[in-house]
């Protein structure tokens, strides 16, 4: 929930500050005005628009326009309240730019009065023009039953028209929702072919995801390659996740060129940012000492921090540190915690090692019986190390 909201806010705020990309503007001096924009000379723009608007007083296009620089404050101080003030000169005379632009701010309260009504109202002509953002902002009104109904079946259905007309906020959702199985059967393949679309648009976001998928082999096959070429692109751009995904990448050469010094560099970037798997890998720098010196209580301290954000992985290093005294004392109790601590969250290695501690009696009591129950949940997973503990023991029973 709490990252479909982040999307879609995230959507609209873009949207109120980037201008809209017209079709083609039908004023010469809107046209003329377009290419000042391009090329950054705010202030001759402005003059282009106004003199559009003084030779044909009902030019919606130049008054969008000039609400654009308003809200971007190019070419004039940014003012939200003047933005607003020409969107809605604009919107009346039918410009599907301006009634979006109009309803994104009612439906937020930039510049006027949040008004979840009004945004509504302007949506739905916008939306009904074939605007993308506009059927994306609809969606989400009818999702969240702002200034509309709650919804669920009409959200979906605007963001799958906003989706298909290239809303890239929108691809992306639908992909999230097919992979949860959020309002939609749960549907890997279908859920790829949605972040394809929304990374091949250039979204850092679905290109992180979708290399997740191609490295995992979620609704694709698992293609390192892919994986490594969609994290590179990503981390490019500044994705976060991406310079974890791509420094791992590097750190194993999966997909690309081994080269520990590169992937250091990225991980660091990953866990400086928070990134658990970030966190994790600095704590494998750490451990092995490649793309930093040697210290396994730093490469503890990593793995610590990475668990208890939940990163299952830095809970199986740590339970194997703690079994063979590195970082810290030797414990076998607490190897044992930690090992559960992981088996529980489904990781097969450490329902694996459970069952062996629990087979011989070290950090638990010794137990057959939850041996077993732990080496079959492990090989269940393909863990052929808990395959072979399983056949042992059952012959022994």
């Known amino acids: 929930m709490k990252y479909r909201l982040r999307i879609l806010l995230a959507a609209v705020s873009l949207l109120l500050v980037l201008f809209p990309s017209p079709v083609v503007a039908e004023s010469a001096n809107v046209r003329r005005g377009d290419k000042q924009v391009a090329a950054r000379q705010y202030a001759k723009a402005l003059k282009s628009f106004r003199a559009a608007i003084r030779k044909n007083p009902n030019d919606a296009e130049a008054m969008t326009r000039i609400g654009d620089l ?50 509504a109202k302007w949506c739905r002509l916008a939306a009904d023009q074939g605007h993308p953002g506009a059927q994306s902002l609809l969606g989400f009104l009818y999702e969240q039953g702002m200034g509309v109904p709650r919804d669920e079946a009409e959200s979906l259905a605007w963001y799958r028209k906003a989706a298909e007309g290239g809303d890239v906020a929108s691809q992306r959702l639908i992909a999230w929702r097919y992979l949860e199985g959020n309002g939609v059967p749960i549907d890997p393949a279908v859920a790829a072919i949605w972040y394809r679309k929304a990374a091949d648009a250039g979204d850092p976001d679905s290109q992180a995801r979708l290399a997740g998928m191609y490295r995992d082999g979620i609704g694709v096959p698992k293609e390192p390659i892919e994986a490594a070429t969609w994290y590179r692109k990503a981390a490019e751009k500044g994705n976060a996740e991406a310079f974890a995904g ?31 798997e ?94 077993v129950r732990w080496f079959r949940l492990a090989a269940a997973q393909g863990n052929t190390v808990a395959r072979d503990h399983l056949k042992y023991l059952e012959h022994l029973r």
Do not use: H
């Open 70 to 119: 308003y809200a971007s404050g190019k070419g004039v101080p940014r003012s939200d309240k003047e933005a607003a003030r020409w969107y809605a000169k604009a919107a009346p005379l039918g410009d599907a730019p301006a009634r979006f632009a109009l309803a994104a701010r009612y439906a937020s309260g930039r510049g006027v009065v949040k008004d979840p009504a009004e945004a």
């Open 246 to 276: 791509y420094g791992r990448a590097l750190l194993y050469g999966s997909g690309v060129a081994r080269n520990e010094t590169e992937a250091a560099v990225w991980i660091r970037k990953a866990a400086e940012r928070g990134v658990p």
């Open 278 to 371: 970030g966190i994790f890998l600095r704590g494998v720098l750490y451990a092995y000492g490649r793309g930093e010196p040697q210290d396994d209580v730093a490469a503890l301290d990593a793995y610590r921090r990475a668990a208890e954000e939940g990163y299952v992985d830095g809970q199986v290093q740590i339970a194997g540190m703690y079994l063979a005294g590195r970082g810290a004392k030797q414990s076998d109790n607490t190897a044992a915690a930690w090992y559960l601590r992981a088996a529980e969250a489904g990781s097969p290695d450490a329902q694996a090692m459970l069952g062996w501690m629990y087979e011989v009696g070290r950090g638990v009591p010794k137990d057959l019986g939850e041996a």
